[in-house]
């Protein structure tokens, strides 16, 4: 049996941050994860990330290899093609990364702040007793050995396989499952083109329901000549599989043709609010394994640091505070909640809405500005949107005969807000939970019941 402080299952970009925090406060932390030493970091994604996460974190910007290029926006494509929206800003400043070479550095950061690094290391399920987590057992891979290791607090950040979560019994009151609605199933491919591509300062994506539903497609250059592109679907029975997607409506645009792969894969990403609660008696749960996700981009390398970042000071408060129960570290949920979760359950909302709508209703709704860039960019930030709809809309609408969608839109605005309000008083200690989330479940209902209506 090997005892540390903390251990972290997973040194993605959450669990690198955690391990980071608590070790920067001098405790014995140990990072495990499944892949090699040289593989962590490479994941399938999208590669973009903004500016800001860098500076709220106070991590260096990527550069030199690291970075693939800067972006200054995104490009927004209705599903006729016909409006195109081009959201740019501070607030959407951000990088392309080289995925593998940014994780590689964060798990640097990590060792460097004196976390042990245990690679090819394979959390297979946590040790419980007495109602309290003290530890994971896991397999060498290279050997077949299995070991306990053992920690006052364990980190689950094993993304979307979230190897701890779903296996913690019901009497911890936290979620195990994922509905699978709430999760997008993608496939992408960094290709080399054979055309340039004139202006590689944008992202962009491609919005149609029928290409891609319940998710869009996106191409977002790396250079010149290399593109990240992918598609995502909802993860339902009848959603159409997203590789054969991606193949059959948008690698047949001019700009691919004599294209090659450089390389490609599948990956999947939950879109929407943060779990209820992200901690119980020894365990805090952060980044993809806890939903933290901007359920409308589905970008999740930030808020997954931020997580790992908050995470990681409640626990260091709580080892020192001798009280590592579920009360002890309940202040990441707070914090996190506070932070960017009441933002994110606002989104999942709008997230609903658009889920909802039709390619007929998109096209209406950006043709005649009912849904704004000001909207998106805001909506892509996590922040409050407006989705104003005045009785001049409202005239314009009745003209057209779209006063339903003008009416959703109004219902769905003032639920954006009401879901927010409840998320920011998210309570302060495990006492009102329960009175809590039978309100948030409540209006998650109103919002799938909106959704089904449309
Ligand atoms: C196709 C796609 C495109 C995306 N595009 C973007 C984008 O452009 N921008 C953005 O910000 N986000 C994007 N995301 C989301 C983003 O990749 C994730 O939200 C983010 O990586 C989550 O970080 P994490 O630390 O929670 O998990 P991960 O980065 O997934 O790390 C989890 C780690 O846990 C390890 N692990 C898993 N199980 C075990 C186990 N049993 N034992 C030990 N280790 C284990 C894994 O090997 C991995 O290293 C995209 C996702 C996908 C699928």
Redesign the pocket.
């Known amino acids: 049996m090997k005892k540390f402080d903390v251990i972290v ?8 941050i955690a391990a980071k925090t608590v070790a920067d406060a001098g405790f014995k932390v140990c990072l ?4 090699k030493r040289e ?3 490479d ?7 903004g500016k800001h996460h860098f500076d709220n974190l106070e991590l260096d910007y990527p550069v030199e290899d690291e970075l693939e290029r800067e972006m200054v926006g995104i490009k927004i494509y209705s599903p006729d093609m016909e409006t195109v929206f081009s959201v740019e800003g501070e607030d959407l400043y951000g990088f392309m990364v080289n ?1 593998h070479l940014f ?1 590689q550095r964060l798990l640097k950061i990590a060792t460097d702040a004196g976390a042990d690094f245990m690679e090819s ?4 399920r946590p040790t419980i007793e007495n109602r309290f987590l003290t530890g994971v057992s ?1 397999k060498n891979l290279k050997t077949g050995r299995e070991i306990n290791l053992h920690g006052q607090v364990v980190v689950d ?5 979230s ?1 701890l979560r779903s296996r913690l019994p019901p009497e911890l009151e936290i979620d195990t499952a994922i509905n699978k609605e709430d999760i ?1 199933v ?3 491919e960094i290709r080399r083109l054979k055309e340039q591509i004139s202006d590689t300062s944008f992202c962009e994506i491609y919005l149609n329901l029928q290409f891609a539903p319940g998710g869009y497609s ?1 191409v ?1 250059p790396e250079s010149e000549t290399k593109v ?1 592109v ?1 598609l ?1 679907v909802v993860t339902s029975r009848s959603s159409p599989n997203p590789k054969k997607q991606l193949y059959n409506c948008i690698l047949t645009k001019k700009l691919f043709k004599g294209s090659s792969i450089v390389r490609g894969g ?4 939950p879109t929407r609010r943060p779990l209820n609660c992200m901690t119980g008696n020894g365990i805090a749960i ?5 939903c ?3 359920p409308i ?9 931020m ?2 970042a908050i995470a990681g000071k409640t626990i260091v408060e709580a080892i020192s505070n001798d009280d590592v129960s579920r009360s002890g570290l309940w202040q990441y949920n707070v914090g996190y909640m506070q932070s960017y979760g009441a933002k994110q359950a606002g989104l999942d909302v709008f997230r609903l809405f658009l889920q909802g709508l039709s390619n007929d209703d998109l096209d209406y709704g950006m043709k005649y500005h009912m849904i704004t860039e000001k909207d998106l960019l805001k909506a892509s930030m996590g922040e409050d949107i407006h989705l104003s709809v005045t009785e001049k809309t409202i005239r314009v609408f009745r003209g057209v005969k779209r006063l339903g969608f003008v009416k959703r839109l109004r219902d769905t605005a003032s639920l954006i807000k009401r879901m927010r309000k409840h998320y920011r008083s998210y309570p302060s200690s495990p006492e009102g939970f329960g009175k809590w989330k039978n309100e948030m479940r409540n209006l998650v209902r109103e919002a799938v019941k909106m959704r089904v209506a449309s």
């Open positions: 299952v997973g040194a993605g970009t959450g669990g690198c495990i994860d499944r892949k593989e962590v970091g994941k399938v994604c999208g590669d973009a990330i995925r994780g290391t394979q959390a297979l896991a950040a094993s993304g979307l396989s190897v997008i993608c496939f992408r996106w977002f990240n992918g995502g599948g990956g999947q990403v952060i980044g993809d394994a806890a933290q996700v901007n981009h589905g970008g999740g390398m930030g808020p997954s640091m997580g790992g």
